[in-house]
T-cell receptor, first 114, second 113 residues
């Protein structure tokens, strides 16, 4: 009964380093999303994938890239990490973007950039 | 810029009371409205969603939607200390944009014994 699984749970990077956050869902959902959450703020959409093979920018895409590897997996890459990217990152999935079905979230990745 | 506004609180209510959480949104084309609960250090958890004007009840929770006033609220009856959390309001535009949720900043609710 895993739902949405994110790895790693915690990560500390130095400025300029790169890393990839992994996300996998086992609910056979078509759509997947990446959000960031900063203190005192709601979640902001970084990128989303409406279906396998497609990706689109959200509200705050700068500094990030994504890959929809297959229907289950959606990764987020920071090519050159900056302190402003210190945040909690959440992956979510839903049945599809064209329906009212709610999104289900993973446990998050807490990322610190020094 | 589509906006979703919530009173950040903290909202403090005694155990057993009704907690009322409010949310306003700027996009008149919004179609779907969600309430998520987030405990400190945890991920958001869906508790209610509403699509039509009026009230929707689920156990101790009632969501209320007024599209004319661009207002959605969440009532929690018989509040318990375990309800203490941040409540996030999220709104989507519908059509091909159902998946693009805009979140408010969240309201911190504290239920004291």
């Amino acid at each position: 009964n895993a739902g949405v699984t994110q790895t790693p749970k915690f990560q500390v990077l130095k400025t300029g380093q790169s890393m990839t956050l992994q996300c996998a869902q086992d609910m056979n959902h078509n759509s997947m999303y990446w959000y960031r959450q900063d203190p005192g703020m709601g979640l902001r959409l970084i990128y989303y994938s409406a279906s396998e093979g497609t990706t689109d920018k959200g509200e705050v895409p700068n500094g990030y890239n994504v890959s929809r590897l297959n229907k289950r997996e959606f990764s987020l890459r920071l090519e050159s990490a900056a302190p402003s990217q210190t945040s909690v990152y959440f992956c979510a999935s839903s049945e599809r973007t064209t329906t009212n079905q709610p999104q289900h979230f993973g446990d998050g990745t807490r990322l610190s950039i020094l | 810029q589509k906006e979703v506004e919530q009173n950040s609180g903290p909202l403090s209510v005694p155990e057993g009371a009704i907690a009322s959480l409010n949310c306003t949104y700027s996009d008149r084309g919004s179609q779907s409205f969600f309430w998520y609960r987030q405990y400190s250090g945890k991920s958001p958890e869906l508790i209610m969603f509403i699509y039509s004007n009026g009230d929707k009840e689920d156990g101790r929770f009632t969501a209320q939607l007024n599209k004319a006033s661009q207002y959605v609220s969440l009532l929690i009856r018989d509040s318990q200390p375990s309800d203490s959390a941040t409540y996030l309001c999220a709104v989507s535009a519908g059509g091909t944009s159902y998946g693009k949720l805009t979140f408010g900043q969240g309201t911190i609710l504290t239920v004291h014994p």
